[in-house]
């Protein structure tokens, strides 16, 4: 479970972010009475429009060329003014139907341009999205004027003050570009002419702003309580809420968020990424090899507790009611065409094992359903269709061809006493562990010596274990296992000849990414599972 901290900045001054840059508009739109008022506003540093350059948990206020406050008078819309750089004024024209010896109301809607779906002395009202926050806070701020209209008063002075809290999120390992996405919170708010500012009901999602580990988005004050909001970001999903009482006077002043996020990586799957082809597609390795649970009352499929653990030669041998997690190659259990399909078939004669009855099918042709993967797995999320295997290509690419951050693809290891393969995520960091003899297919077992303890650090980074669990043949008319704890076999989806199909292999002594075995042998199977984008 990967934690990610979250930080409520509130009070009268709220972080946001400045947005995209404005033409200036020309006009407004104006009912058919009133004349025009040229007035200028100077607003001090009361909080709205920020960038996120944080000084003692406050930000600098910065206002960008064009952006707009809108004037309200009596309850109803009377122009807006834009922002001038140079002279860092808010200057522009309202209408004269303004109330004399009464303020003006100000309201900023984060600096966007709304004019043109107003009326002068007409609208008293707009409804305002805060959903699609990716190109900049959406910021509510509000004010009466600190001086009484008159139409011969041309300057203007105001402290905004916020009607919504910006919260900023630190994601940790989200990557630069990724979306993140709040779900359970009010979308919507109705901004009043007169100054107020009332929630909607509708509660949708808020796509946040900024790229990177650190996000911001705007939440509105005074909604109830969120207590099942949820994000979401590649690679992460989680919750948070924001009680009720965080309120006070319109503002966020004392929220106690918390949010913690898990990786979405599938069920039964270890966390890191491995890229597969040069199309840069990636999967996620199953947290252990697959086993056949057959001496269950209701037999199932699973995979072992622990990327060490294998049966070796205490599973079955062609009994229907036995544990097995060495097979012949397409026994998934489904009939889909082969003589020998089942997990416990035990047959010498290769052409028994033919996917869909055919010499030159692979697992993943016809219907998928000769791979293993199609199955439910117990502890992989018990739905079919989910998992596969690797074909020889994909072994290939992982092992020998596949760029990581490191260079470093895979290393030979004994971990928790046991002898077997490391391979590495394309992220690896080696600050997280220093390996010796790194892809080196003729490095031995003892080049690294790994404790439980020590694994479960590179196991929460990603990287993943291939046991040497041995294999199962016929010899001379009888079965037997062989090289169990010495070697390494992994079936791949793809076939060679009438008599083989491809695996890769490994030993203390050499490592092979793609090799031919005849079908009917009983090897080892790793699912993997594709990450989704």
Request: proline share 2%; net charge negative; aromatic share 12%.
């Amino acid at each position: 479970m990967k934690k990610l901290s979250l930080i409520a900045l509130a009070c009268l001054m709220v972080l946001g972010l400045a947005q995209c840059k404005k033409n200036e508009p020309t006009n407004n739109n104006t009912a058919d009475n009133g004349n025009r008022v040229s007035i200028t506003l100077t607003l001090d540093k009361g909080g709205q429009r920020v960038h996120p350059e944080e000084e003692n948990g406050l930000a600098n206020v910065v206002y960008d060329n064009g952006d707009m406050v809108y004037v309200g008078s009596n309850g109803k819309y009377m122009g807006y003014l834009t922002y001038n750089g140079g002279s860092h004024l808010f200057a522009g024209s309202i209408n004269d139907a303004a109330t004399e010896g009464e303020p003006l109301q100000f309201i900023f809607m984060g600096g966007q341009n709304f004019h043109a779906n107003l009326t002068e002395n007409i609208t008293t009202e707009y409804l305002f999205n805060i959903g699609n926050q990716s190109n900049g806070i959406a910021v509510i701020s509000c004010a009466a004027s600190n001086e009484n209209f008159s139409a011969t008063k041309s300057d203007y002075t105001a402290t905004l003050r916020n009607k919504c809290a910006l919260v900023k999120f630190d994601l940790g390992e989200v990557s630069a570009d990724a979306a993140i996405t709040l779900t359970g919170v009010k979308t919507q708010a109705t901004i009043g002419f007169d100054g107020t500012v009332t929630n909607g009901t509708t509660t949708g999602d808020i796509v946040t702003y900024g790229t990177g580990s650190t996000r911001y988005a705007v939440v509105l004050s005074d909604q109830a309580a969120v207590t099942n909001g949820t994000i979401s970001a590649e690679g992460y999903e989680g919750t948070f809420s924001i009680p009720s009482a965080a309120y006070t006077n319109g503002f966020l002043t004392d929220a106690t968020m918390t949010l913690t996020a898990t990786s979405s990586v599938p069920t039964g799957a270890i966390n890191g990424k491995f890229t597969i082809n040069s199309n840069n597609d990636q999967v996620y390795f199953s947290q252990g090899n697959l086993q056949y649970i057959g001496s269950a009352a209701t037999p199932y499929w699973k995979f072992a507790n622990h990327q060490w653990d294998y049966l070796g030669d205490g599973q079955g041998a062609g009994v229907e009611t036995a544990d097995y997690d060495l097979f012949g190659w397409g026994t998934s259990g489904y009939n889909h065409g082969a003589t020998c399909y089942q997990p416990w078939s035990w047959d010498n004669n290769s052409s028994k094992y033919y996917a869909y009855g055919g010499i030159y099918n692979n697992l993943f042709d016809e219907s998928g359903k000769a791979d293993w993967g199609y199955n439910a797995i117990s502890n992989g999320g018990g739905e079919e269709n989910k998992w596969r295997t690797l074909s020889r290509p994909e072994w290939v690419y992982i092992l020998d061809t596949r760029a990581t951050s490191t260079g470093i693809r895979y290393a030979k290891a004994k971990v928790n006493d046991v002898n077997g393969v490391i391979l590495l995520p394309d992220d690896w960091s080696s600050e997280t562990y220093s390996l010796s003899n790194t892809n080196s297919s003729g490095a031995s077992y003892s080049s690294n010596t790994i404790s439980a303890t020590q694994w479960s650090t590179l196991e929460q980074a990603g990287a993943v274990f291939l046991p040497a669990a041995g294999k199962r043949k016929f010899t001379d008319s009888h079965t037997g296992f062989h090289d169990v704890g010495s070697k390494g076999y992994y079936w791949s989806a793809s076939h060679e000849d009438q008599y083989g199909a491809k695996c890769m292999s490994f030993d203390g002594s050499n490592l092979q990414s793609y090799v031919k075995y005849e079908r009917h042998h009983g090897q080892s199977v790793r699912l993997v599972r594709p990450v989704e984008n």
